[in-house]
């Protein structure tokens, strides 16, 4: 009988593979979720839809075991505290824009309080600043221009000669106004362009005011609504550069004579094309740039305008009868 051939073990696997080449190597791991990876994405991006993946993510990770679970959590976090943080922004906005509109309405538009208390304060002498008409600037606003204009060169603007004299031509008659480029050369330089461009042509005069502290014509909205204007605006000048920033004496009334040029406004620095004529001495805080006088030859217009009365039969509103600019020229 033959012996049996010898045996000798196999090889050891090969250094560095403790499993060896065999049939069982080392399972790969799952994949990650796809949907957890736009959740997080979309958190960032549009909060919605990262929400929407979130919840798909972990619904498919539930059946198939994939990775993933951690960033789709993530996601869904990350996605709700934006969302919730937007509704927060939108809903304070809307509160403060509905806060606007009635503060507008209030002002009719343009910035001059339909009621001021009653003072005895006068307009503060004129002192000159030092930066006097140095670098006017009409830097443009969030809504455009209601009429094709474009705006006056800014920069250095002279304040000489210390006037210059315009008429008004309304449906009354003719109103000569003295601009006053000593004191408000930037409004002085706005206003003349805008009459240049013919801005002002076949416009109305859409507010009257008849309160017993407060008696103005306000014009120089081609919309005719209280909230038109040029597409730009500028800073306040005279009176009220006289005060320091934030003073409290800039929220009291001071006495605009009769005949006195202003510009209407929707808070400081806020002018535009929108100006009012003071037909009776008013009371109104020292925060609207007076910018030139009405020639007394001119009083009897502007009081016959004054007198059509308020349309409602209120003391602030439309003029009962079309007040109209039919234009506006430099003499």
Request: proline share 14%; net charge neutral; hydrophobic share 35%.
């Given at each position: ?15 560095g593979s403790p ?69 927060v922004v939108i ?93 408000a050369p930037c ?145």
């Open positions: 009988m033959s012996e049996p051939p010898p045996y000798y073990p196999p090889p050891p696997p090969h250094y499993y060896g080449p065999g049939p069982y190597p080392y399972p790969a791991p799952p994949p990650t979720n796809g949907m957890a990876i736009a959740s997080l994405i979309c958190a960032f991006v549009f909060a919605p839809l990262g929400i929407v993946f979130g919840h798909i993510s972990l619904s498919q990770i539930k059946k198939s075991g994939e990775e993933g679970r951690g960033l789709a959590i993530a996601g869904l976090v990350i996605s709700y505290l934006v969302t919730v943080l937007s509704i809903l304070a906005g809307v509160v403060f824009f509905s806060w606007m509109a009635r503060e507008l309405e209030k002002t009719g538009g343009a910035g001059i309080p339909r009621t001021m208390p009653g003072g005895s304060g006068q307009l503060p002498p004129f002192n000159p600043p030092a930066t006097l008409g140095a670098n006017c600037q009409y830097p443009a606003t969030a809504t455009p221009a209601d009429k094709p204009v474009k705006p006056p060169v800014p920069g250095r603007t002279p304040t000489t000669p210390a006037t210059a004299d315009a008429t008004i031509v309304t449906n009354a008659g003719p109103i000569v106004v003295h601009l006053d480029r000593a004191k409004t002085v330089n706005s206003f003349e362009s805008l009459v240049q461009q013919n801005y002002f042509d076949n416009t109305p005069c859409h507010r009257l005011t008849d309160e017993p502290s407060m008696s103005v014509l306000q014009c120089g909205d081609p919309t005719g609504q209280g909230r038109g204007g040029p597409g730009y605006r500028f800073a306040n000048e005279y009176p009220t550069n006289q005060f320091r920033p934030f003073d409290p004496q800039l929220r009291q009334a001071v006495k605009y004579p009769r005949g006195t040029l202003a510009m209407a406004n929707a808070g400081p620095d806020t002018n535009g094309s929108q100006f009012f004529i003071v037909y009776k001495d008013s009371m109104l805080p020292p925060t609207y740039t007076v910018f030139g006088q009405v020639d007394k030859t001119g009083f009897a217009i502007v009081d016959d305008l004054a007198a059509t009365g308020i349309a409602d039969g209120s003391h602030d509103g439309k003029p009962a009868r079309p007040v109209t600019i039919k234009s506006i020229r430099l003499n």
